[in-house]
Nanobody, 121 residues
Framework: QVQLVESGGGLVQAGGSLRLSCAAS????????VGWFRQAPGKDREFVAA????????DDADSVKGRFTISRDNAKNTVYLQMSSVSPEDTAVYYC??????????????WGQGMQVTVSS
């Protein structure tokens, strides 16, 4: 089993930056991709970004390209989401997710508990 613990959420002003962290524990060697989803009030959960454990290949949603950057530190089993130029539309509960498959967009095997990110205008 794998456990995912998020940290770094909170309140940020529009135009500002925030860094989210996701620490994985357990059988992390079985993971292929780790990344982020978000769910805004009244909306479906949506994919944000993912990174491969081997090679660091990234996959970003169009809505965050050029603003959010996903990275990893395999020694710490931690994945980061650097959020920049945030807007109120980025307000959501952000979830860390991981998969054993080749696409986190398609299949998610593990989830974190989620944390609130609120962008004030």
């Amino acid at each position: 089993q794998v456990q995912l613990v998020e940290s770094g959420g909170g309140l940020v002003q529009a135009g500002g930056s925030l860094r989210l962290s996701c620490a994985a524990s357990g059988r992390t060697s079985m993971l292929s991709r780790v990344g982020w989803f978000r769910q805004a009030p009244g909306k479906d959960r949506e994919f944000v970004a993912a990174i491969s454990r081997i090679g660091g290949v990234t996959d970003d949603a169009d809505s965050v390209k050029g603003r959010f950057t996903i990275s990893r530190d395999n020694a710490k089993n931690t994945v980061y989401l650097q959020m920049s130029s945030v807007s109120p539309e980025d307000t959501a509960v952000y979830y860390c997710a991981a998969t054993r498959s080749l696409s986190l967009r398609v299949r998610q095997d593990y989830w974190g508990q989620g944390m609130q990110v609120t962008v004030s205008s």
